[in-house]
């Protein structure tokens, strides 16, 4: 209903009284249809964080002796949240009487997760990655985490010359990177250094030759053999000024912590900003103890106390999952906060330079189980996963 001030006051008052009645009608007159139970933009959110996604193995592929690509589909019919290129993914399956789960980089791009297909890289070292290539095969079942992580390209923050430097298997999410660009969906001009002892440890080869035919700079690295067209050694800084310039770069790092050390190591005379670095988050290790001593965990968790047993230099989430309790875990690293739970009493230690907890994380007394080691019996308020 329009409203225009009236020259006298009391006609105003007139039109204000009809407008109960004037409001009734047009409600009477409105459409009798149901409201809708779902909103586009919640369905969209939904879309984008589904959570929790049930995930069928449909193919293995062998990349190097020690490393396969495994190929997921959510079972829902369902497709993959779009994602940014560099995130990474929580498996969790049943190992026994563990309940496991493992945080990997995606390696197939955003696009290819709307075609509802995901891939990670693994390379066979330690009890979940050992299981995927000795026992897991193509029709299995897993629980999927939705994409997450901060390890990607941020036009605000980074140069668009970037600079990845892969070890190893820490290949995958550049190889998410450098086919996000090919396909349009990130804009940043990509120079990559594969770093790998010999030339049959080099996963993804043929992809990574694609690519270089593409516009991807591709720099492969040998340290233990001379090959002809192969850099030889390590990815120094005099190799790194021999094909980018560093001080208008921003690196990407993912690999072995060695890596890390180095690379920082021959970056440190060009003063980079912090920002300019950044580096893949891993999991958090068992400690190297010999005897460690074995302290009882208290886990309350959704109404109900386990009493189980955690051992000095394993984290505390390796203990309940090793006793097959449903605990929330996605990064292992300390960062992400999903595993966020209560101390209730004990002393532990947090793993050196993991500790992510916000400030009133802290004054309230949580801890992130997944970088936390026990250092006497404790007990611990967990939020079941899902
Ligand atoms: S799982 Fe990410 S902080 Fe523990």
């Known amino acids: 209903m329009k409203f225009r001030r009236q020259i006298f006051g009391f006609l105003d008052m007139l039109r204000f009284k009809k407008m109960i009645p004037l409001r009734r009608e047009a409600l009477a007159n409105g459409a009798n249809t149901p409201l809708p139970e779902t909103y586009r933009t919640n369905e969209l959110a939904k879309r984008l964080h589904p ?13 190097t002796e020690t490393m396969k690509e495994f190929t997921f589909k959510r079972v829902d019919g369902d497709s993959f949240p779009f994602f940014r290129a560099g995130s990474y993914v929580a498996l969790q399956t049943k190992i026994d009487e563990s309940l496991v789960t493992r945080a990997y980089s995606i390696a197939s791009s955003p696009k290819d997760a709307l075609r509802n297909r995901l891939c990670l890289g693994i390379d066979k070292a330690g009890y ?3 299981y995927m290539h000795d026992k897991a095969k193509v029709g299995d079942l897993f629980i999927m985490t939705e994409p997450s992580g901060e390890f990607h390209y941020e036009t605000l923050r980074d140069s668009k010359n970037i600079v990845c430097v892969a070890g190893g ?10 086919k996000s660009l090919l396909e349009g969906t990130e804009d940043y001009n990509m120079t990559l250094f594969y770093g790998c002892r010999t030339k049959d440890k080099i996963a993804y080869k043929e992809e990574l030759d694609e690519i270089a035919q593409k516009g991807v700079k591709v720099v492969y690295v040998l340290s233990d053999e001379k090959v002809e067209g192969y850099e030889y050694g390590f990815v120094s800084a005099a190799l790194l000024e021999k094909y980018v310039d560093i001080k208008s770069s921003t690196f990407f790092l993912c690999g072995p912590v060695q890596l890390y050390n180095f690379i920082y190591s021959e970056l440190a005379k060009y003063n980079l900003p912090n920002k300019a670095i950044h580096k893949d988050a891993s999991s958090c290790p068992n400690l190297d103890i010999k ?3 074995t302290f009882n965990l208290t886990v309350r968790m959704n109404d109900l106390v386990y009493n189980i047993p955690c051992y000095e230099n394993e984290t505390l989430l390796v203990a309940m999952e090793r006793a097959g309790l449903n605990a929330p875990s996605k990064c292992r690293a300390g960062g992400c906060g999903f595993c966020h739970s209560k101390l209730i009493k ?20 949580y801890i992130h189980p997944c970088v936390t080691y026990p250092k ?7 939020p079941v996963a899902y």
């Open 51 to 63: 959570g929790y996604m049930q995930v069928e193995l449909v193919g293995v592929r062998k990349l």
């Open 128 to 130: 979940f990655s050992t």
């Open 169 to 178: 298997c820490g290949i995958t999410p550049f190889i998410s990177m450098a």
């Open 291 to 293: 005897d460690p001593k």
């Open 346 to 365: 004990g002393d532990y230690v947090i793993a050196a330079n993991r500790d992510g907890r916000r400030g009133a994380d802290k004054k309230f007394n």
């Open 376 to 382: 006497s019996d404790m007990e611990i308020d967990v």
